[in-house]
């Protein structure tokens, strides 16, 4: 458990970074690893709670509702590789489960930890019944943080909570297939990646890696892998290329 709170606790100065680099965090109000409480430039209050271990629903309720009585907004971004289906997998939802995916749009937010490197990205639950394939997304632009409030009507969680999601303001949590129309090859390059012009050369390079976990022939043994990884191989090359990286 002890290495457990360490990752966390590097998580959490991870997204506190980000979330400075990308003007998102006003002012710092709680780190206490697994919960960042903060103030956002517009004065909202986001907590962000990372969870390594089981989350019951009522567990969720309880959360937003004592964080709303605040005048808070709550973000579940869960450890992936401990809690969440794997890239692909066809997986029947738990109620908490399906309880954070009505609560983000269809997707839970997720974190890992691998060579001393962050992740944060959203995990898509595809599908219309309790047993859903589960799709890795690309990583978050923290500079998306978005406050809203959701209503959602599930046996235990059937009311209005303030949620902070990495959505925008259009509410599309970061999905490629929510993508608009691409009119050049570069630009459909970004989409792949799940990044845009405006990324820099580390945000590229840590989407590019993170896809490429998600789709490698000798991790992934779906009969689409090797061709996603093709794809993914070119358009990190081509997007390098334009920018003058040519190693």
């Given at each position: 458990m002890g290495s457990y709170r360490y990752e966390t606790a590097y998580v959490s100065g991870y997204i506190i970074d980000m979330l400075m680099r990308s003007?998102?965090?006003?002012?710092?109000?709680?780190?206490g690893g697994d919960i960042i409480l903060f103030e956002t430039p517009r004065a909202e209050q986001v907590s962000i709670h990372l969870i390594d271990s089981g989350l019951p629903l009522y567990e969720i309720r309880k959360t937003l509702t004592d964080n709303g009585k605040r005048d808070i907004y709550t973000l579940f971004v869960l450890w992936a590789d401990m809690m969440l289906p794997h890239h692909g997998q066809i997986y029947t939802a738990d109620d908490w489960m399906e309880g954070l995916y009505t609560l983000y749009n269809g997707c839970i937010y997720a974190y890992e930890f691998l060579d001393r490197e962050s992740y944060v990205f959203p995990i898509y639950f595809r599908?219309?019944?309790?047993?859903?394939?589960?799709?890795?997304?690309?990583?978050?632009?923290?500079?998306n943080l978005t406050c809203r409030?959701?209503?959602?009507?599930?046996?235990?969680?059937?009311?209005?909570?303030?949620?902070?999601?990495?959505?925008?303001?259009?509410?599309?949590?970061?999905?490629?297939?929510?993508?608009?129309?691409?009119?050049?090859?570069?630009?459909?390059?970004?989409?792949?990646?799940?990044?845009?012009?405006?990324?820099?050369?580390?945000?590229?390079?840590k989407a590019y890696r993170h896809?490429?976990?998600?789709?490698?022939?000798?991790?992934?043994?779906?009969?689409?892998?090797?061709?996603?990884?093709q794809q993914l191989n070119k358009a990190y090359q081509e997007i390098l290329k334009s920018l003058g990286d040519v190693s």
């Open positions: 003007s998102a965090l006003g002012r710092m109000k709680h780190n599908g219309n019944t309790p047993t859903r394939t589960a799709e890795f997304g690309t990583t978050v632009r923290f500079r409030t959701v209503t959602t009507h599930l046996p235990g969680l059937n009311d209005s909570w303030r949620v902070a999601d990495f959505a925008g303001v259009r509410g599309t949590a970061h999905d490629p297939k929510g993508a608009a129309v691409i009119h050049t090859a570069l630009q459909e390059h970004y989409v792949l990646l799940g990044v845009t012009a405006d990324d820099d050369r580390e945000a590229i390079k896809l490429a976990r998600a789709y490698h022939p000798d991790l992934n043994k779906s009969a689409e892998a090797h061709g996603k990884m």
